[in-house]
């Protein structure tokens, strides 16, 4: 529980008037230093590494699970949010008055009814002498076998070469990369320079696909039919918007021995020898089969849903006018569950740091604001995403169906990671990157506004001054950091973004981020820093100007 210390101290501080911010004066004077309002220190002094630890300790618990997009930890974790959201009087920012904006996720199971196969006449069942991806929708029509199915130009590989899939269904071996060929070949931009088997066929016209599989699948696959038939895919945010037919994506199938034999029966090589030299390795020639041999697949599939939220509060700003601009201020609480058998030990991922250590920053942050007596002169938006892990769910959802309007946002701030720091003589080759206990990342600040990192900079010089470290602030790192979380899609919109984080590390997506390991008196400069910076970025005259917005390039390269 929190503690709630000095308030009476904190009333009496914010009563006293605000100096000029350095937002208010930078954009015409040059100014590249502030004073920090005495109102705005003692309130992010209210941000402390006990109360951190308290709520980490909680939010990145066992009995949390791992916090899954979607699990019972998570949903638990959001209402612990949310109840305290409530004590403190923040104004809900959800769905129908609730701090929850809900966003539905479905699932596919194979639909044995529904799903068989025919080739020539003969037909073939589910599980006995196929498995089906989860890709729904038929494919009727003649055959054309590509060997490995790839296409990398730096390698001069085509399997397509002289052979016309457009209307067909491809044939292809399943399981890896060419004979040869290694990932550091995958050069280039996919879709030009590069394509997997199913991609290549689907996106030039192929209407299905059958996978030649390895000799160690083809032994399993009738003894696995129960498992096959009772697999589930991974759950995917629903858009009601779009139509509710089935997926376009082309239906794949993995054929048995038998169903191989009859592929390729009367054809100049048959089924043994393609499947030897698919066990060698050697793709041979691409070539169409006979006209008058067709094959026929259906892939049907029921569905579960379910659903996941974002949570969300407001403190409303105290000026008439600029109370309608928002300050976003945003972490995700989800993590990646639990993984593994029991057998191999500790199988909860606990996400101390990835991302409890935002997600609790947040927490405290909201605490102290709703406690100070004067409140910043804009809104501040305080969102907890939901399946960032899962390929940044919440954020998106949240950018395309604001709940706030999305103009009105004049910045993002993104807490992902900021509890860590590498021990002084640390050798550990997998801390390498990790910052130090006066040290954060800071990326994007720069990018897309001048005016945005000068205030970050200036806050933090006249403040705790922070190492800030950008060496990823670059979309080109090949880490990709800046397009790895959920301020990249406030950034995509042209809201100008800062993302704070300390670094991947050793326990980086393991079950050994844990709250015990810990810098919190790191995360409470952090915290701090961060808080303070909000506070100027609200009370500033104007908005920071996007001088630099993103390219479409740029925007296309994420994938998103």
Known sequence: MRRFLFIWLLAVALLTPLPVSYAQTAATT????????APARESAEQITAKQLKDYLYFVASDEMEGRDTPSRGLNTVAKFIALNLSRWGLKPAGDDGSYFQKIILRRGKLDPAKTGAEISGRKFSLGQDFFAALNTGTASGQLVYVGHGWVIRNKNIDAYRGVDIRGKIVVF?????????????????????????????WKHGAKGAIIIPDSRVLSTLTGRRQVMLEQRGPFSVVNYEQAEAQTTEMPIITASAEMIKTLFQGEKVDGAAILSAREAGEAGDSFELSPAKRA??????????????NVLGIVEGSDPVLRNEYVAIGAHYDHVGVRGAASVGDKIYNGADDDGSGTVALLAMAEALSHADKRPKRSVLFIWHTGEEKGLWGSQYFTEKPTVPLASIITELNIDMIGRSRPQGDANPANRALSGPNEIYVIGSKMMSTELGQLS????????????????????DPNRFFFRSDHFNYARKGIPIIFYFDGEHEDYHKPGDSPDKIDYQKMEKVARTIYVTMLELANAKTRPRVDKPLSPEVIKSSGF
């Open 173 to 201: 071996y399943g399981g890896g990369l060419p004979k040869g060929v290694s990932l550091a070949d995958l050069t280039g931009t996919q879709g030009s320079d590069w394509d997997t088997p199913s991609e290549y066929a």
């Open 30 to 37: 040059g100014v590249r230093s502030v004073t920090i309002p």
């Open 296 to 309: 026929t697949f259906t892939v049907a599939n029921t569905y579960d849903e379910t659903q996941t939220q």
């Open 457 to 476: 900079e200036a806050v933090n010089r006249s403040y705790l001054n922070l190492s800030f470290n950008y060496l990823y602030d670059n979309p080109n």
